[in-house]
């Protein structure tokens, strides 16, 4: 929900843009800092989610560490202010440039994904004279009740090693003279409200780390990825995802020794309510069954509809109807999948008025692209 004086200073702005509470930024972080500090629990912000500068370093004010997923992804990161030192490196591909940018700038540790990438980042550390540490990225075989999409913890998915081959792969690192094993990593998926998959998870931990027990080994790293779902139904009634509910449950159900330390790479939950993707109704046509609503941002500005049929809560912001009619609410684009929603019901919407996309701080500005040439979109902030 947006006040008067905000709306007027949005119709001053280009569109599309998005648009950043950073006072809801900082509730967040602060509610998830809290939360973690109850336990000690230490957290890297998932950049995947969202790379802009200014939102980095906000984050980065609290203490808090980066999860990364590319070579460019460690630069920004440690560019924006992140300790080399809080920083992990994670994906099933990482390029050999990219193991050399993060050797060189001595990040914490990389989560591995298979035995031949362990091999590889031996070889480069030794060529660099460096030892590395490493975190086995297990795949845990867990079903996370979520978009199929974006569900990673199962066994088919190209993610993480099979955790029923542990022994087997720890007996491997172990012989990799620059690497030291620290410890192991999970990531079940993404947008996961329902908390049974991260109780399985903890569980699943529990039973490799009696496995490695057996074996006269102790890892000081637990690392269980990111994955907390946000609402996308209700962002004005649950604008702060509930961290302190999820840590409490994970603590009541994860074995953890002294002098273990457990880490969680949130991204979408940290980010995606503090963002809103602002766009301006072109032309409305009327259909058959509908209208249309053809708006200036397409699936270039915020792709989650068309990529993962996701939802993002539509407002118009302007309209003084007091009807209300259906559209479908549509972009630019050249493909038939250019829809933001369809069927939907707002105030009788005109050309010039703006629509609201909310909860697109996540996965939102960071998958912009520039097809059919288009502009990427402009970024404004609550605070200039
Ligand atoms: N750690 C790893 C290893 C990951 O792969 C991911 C997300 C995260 C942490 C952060 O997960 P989060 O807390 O944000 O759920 N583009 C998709 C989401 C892809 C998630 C990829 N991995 C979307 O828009 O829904």
Known sequence: MFNKNVI???????????????????????TLKKAADKYGYKIHYAVKANANPEILKIICSYGFGADCVSGNEVLKAIECGFHADKVVFAGVGKS?????????????????????????????AESLNKTTRVALRLNPGI???????????????????????????????LSLKNLQLIGLHYHIGSQILDPEPFKLLCERSNEMQS???????HLDEINLGGGLGVDYYN??????????KLLDMI????????????HFEFG?????????????????????QTNFAIVDAGFTDLIRPALYGAYHKIENLTSESSQTKKYDVVGPICESTDVFDKGITLPETRRGDLLAFRTAGAYGEIMASQYNLRELPNVYYSEN
């Open 235 to 244: 962002p004005d009634e649950n604008p702060v995802p509930e961290f302190e």
């Open 96 to 124: 050999d440039k990219e193991i050399i940018a993060a050797l060189k700038n001595d990040i914490f540790c990389f989560n591995c994904e298979s035995i031949q990438e362990m091999e590889i980042i031996n070889e480069l």
């Open 251 to 262: 603590h009541e159900n994860l074995d953890v020794k002294s002098g273990q330390h457990v």
């Open 143 to 173: 079903d996370a009740h979520t978009n199929q999409k974006i569900n990673t913890g199962l066994a088919d998915s190209k993610f993480g090693i099979d955790f029923n081959k542990l022994e087997d792969i720890v007996k491997t690192v």
């Open 8 to 30: 007027e200073k949005f119709k001053t702005f280009s569109t599309p843009f998005y648009y950043y509470d950073l006072d809801l930024l900082r509730q967040t972080l602060d």
């Open 211 to 217: 496995k490695l027990e057996k074996m006269g080994l």
């Open 268 to 288: 979408r939950s940290v980010v995606a309510q503090c963002g809103t993707m602002v766009s301006k109704v072109l032309y409305i046509k009327p259909a058959t």
